[in-house]
């Protein structure tokens, strides 16, 4: 392995800002329709944006993408923790990591000292383990991301992990399979510079005026996460049960013993001091068990309510397990649900799964198949595959109870209960995702006038939600090229343009509001297009069949109406009838030029 610094080109930076849209160009420039996921062809891309190691608040994130393993598409995965902020600290916005190294490797970056090593010693170490040991060897102020053994066995739902046992994770869309089959166990960061600033006077007193705002927020609507406001709003949401979580693989709407049993293990989490650096909200991993164990609502409902699992102290176990081994807990949630069906259904036995009880509502069962896909061992092996190509190999009908978009498996949040993630899900460059755009945060509690979005929006209606969709993954394109939370957005109202000030503040650059979400709009569709020269088209924007036409019980059980939304969404985006984007729209993104290098069919 070898390494060399870039500059970073000032024109693709102003059309791509940093972060995922960077990464995106880089991607779409460096690889080709058939570069396998796996392959040393394929690039690992970490990259910051703009406003990271800034004054400006929860904006420590980092973002992680290449070609996902698990969808064979565009593949993407944020992250929040200190590493982002080391390594714009040390002087890098980005680390591309192409090729595969002959033995397991390590990359320390210390400020402008780079240093690849051996890391043998680490290979088959979980991420907790790999995390104390590389603060030991490098330094303990340090920050590390690192993948698991799920990792290293190439597993398709494998996650990248960072912070160690407060484990933070970029576990989305297999990426952790990408760094194991570079053979890189980790890279460490230590930053100690300054990032130099265009105007760090008028950035600092522009935020400093915002904290009043953000202050009166949190106090207002009690949305605030630094105190225990927010666990009495997860008990909140437990008790109305509005039907946002899956159940029984996603073919009940309600699971009212996992909401009793919910509400009462929350009241009994305590504040945890670490957040992210520089955070104003702070979310869920704030608060942990008496053991000091993180809980988490994407981890719970998934691996939880989704395998009509309730007993919360075997789940807070089963996510300890998927963060040590590099599990995605989101994914690994989705097939266990999924082989628990096909075992209810008799398409796989005792003997396909080693003689374990797939039965609905184990806790044994559970841990003990998340163990077998870190390891990769036996029927594990079939899961790790994901939910899509474990159908494809069981047959049988499998495929039905297979619930995913483009091979990515469905996070905590039901489109039933709230049709704007219906049409988010099915649109979704990477596949079934909900912070794409987190449209659906328009119909829960935030306004924004500056997307059009003035009142908030009814919950199970269709009208306007293609349009406010696309609006949406446009300034969430943006956000995750700044690189920057989501909850300043929908938990304190920073508005697109206070991002925007920010961004001139920190380079200068000039940009108008209308700009902004421009860059937005054309990092979407250049995602869009780099799917489509995968073989993506308007036929896999859709849901499983049972999301679509299966009613359950329970306040959240009409199916959303897809086709109403989906007519709406393309047409604002400027995309024909298949969900390909015209040459005018290609062309007024300045995208035109690159589609049709691509070998593109495009429509006028």
Not at 97 to 122: T, Y
Not at 556 to 584: F, H, Q, S, V
């Amino acid at each position: 392995m070898d390494f060399c610094t870039e500059e970073l080109n000032d024109e693709i930076a102003r059309k791509y800002i940093g972060g995922s849209g960077l990464a995106a160009k880089m991607l779409w420039d460096e690889t080709t329709a058939d570069t396998d996921p796996l392959s040393s062809e394929n690039r690992l891309i970490f990259m910051t944006g703009p406003l990271t190691g800034t004054p400006t608040p929860s904006s420590s994130r980092f973002t992680a993408c290449a070609i996902s393993p698990l969808t064979n598409i565009w593949g993407e995965a944020h992250c929040g923790g200190t590493w982002g902020d080391e390594l714009k600290h040390a002087g890098l916005d980005g680390v591309v990591i192409q090729g595969k190294a002959s033995r397991p490797a390590c990359l320390w970056i210390d400020d402008e000292h780079i240093r690849i090593s051996e890391a043998s010693h680490l290979w088959g170490r979980d991420t907790f383990e790999t995390t104390n040991l590389l603060k030991k060897e490098t330094e303990g102020t340090a920050s590390v991301v690192t993948i698991g053994p799920a990792g290293e066995r190439l597993v398709r739902i494998a996650s990248i992990m960072t912070e160690g046992t407060v484990a933070r994770a970029a576990a989305r869309c297999g990426l952790g399979a990408v760094m194991g089959s570079k053979k890189l166990k980790a890279v460490v960061v230590r930053g100690r510079k300054r990032p130099l600033l265009y105007d760090e006077p008028a950035l600092i007193r522009d935020v400093q005026n915002l904290l009043p705002r953000l202050k009166k927020h949190l106090a207002d609507d009690g949305s605030g996460f630094h105190d225990l406001s927010h666990l009495r709003r997860l008990a909140n949401r437990a008790r109305k049960d509005k039907g946002n979580y899956p159940v029984r693989n996603w073919s009940q709407g309600t699971f009212s013993t996992f909401i009793e049993k919910e509400q009462e293990r929350i009241s009994s989490l305590t504040k945890m001091s670490r957040i992210c650096r520089g955070c104003m909200s702070g979310c869920s991993h704030c608060y942990v068990t008496d053991k000091g164990k993180p809980f988490f609502f994407e981890a719970v409902c998934p691996l939880g309510s989704n395998c009509l699992v309730d007993d919360f102290d075997a789940l807070i176990d089963a996510l300890e397990i998927c963060n040590r081994l590099g599990i995605d807990c989101i994914s690994a949630g989705g097939v266990v649900a999924f082989a628990m069906e096909c075992f209810e259904k008799g398409l796989v036995s005792l003997e396909d799964t080693g003689r374990i009880d797939l039965r609905w509502g184990s806790a044994e069962a559970l841990i003990k198949v998340i163990r077998k896909i870190g390891e990769r061992e036996g029927f594990g092996e079939l899961l790790g595959e994901g939910v899509r190509r474990a159908a494809e190999r069981i047959g049988g009908g499998a495929q039905e109870f297979a619930i995913h978009v483009k091979g990515n498996e469905f996070p905590a949040h039901n489109p039933r209960a709230h049709f704007a993630a219906a049409i988010e899900y099915a649109t979704s460059n990477r596949g079934a995702h909900h912070k794409e755009g987190s449209s659906d945060w328009l119909e829960k509690k935030v306004r924004s006038p500056e997307l059009g979005c003035h009142e908030l929006l009814d919950r199970f209606e269709t009208n306007r939600k293609g349009e406010m969709c696309a609006k949406m993954q446009d300034f969430l394109g943006t956000l995750n090229s700044l690189v920057s939370c989501i909850f300043l957005f929908s938990e304190h109202s920073i508005q697109p343009s206070d991002f925007v000030r920010w961004l001139n503040y920190v380079t200068g650059m000039g940009f108008d509001l209308k700009e902004y979400l421009t860059a937005g709009e054309r990092i979407f569709n250049l995602k869009r297009i780099f799917n489509m020269r995968r073989g993506i088209r308007g036929k896999d924007d859709t849901l499983p069949s049972r999301i679509l036409t299966q009613r359950v019980d329970g306040p959240a059980g009409n199916p959303p109406r897809l086709k109403e939304m989906l007519c709406e969404y393309y047409a604002y985006r400027g995309w024909d009838d298949e969900g390909i984007p015209t040459r005018d729209t290609l062309k007024k993104l300045e995208l035109l030029e690159l589609a049709e290098r691509g070998g593109l069919r495009l429509v006028t």
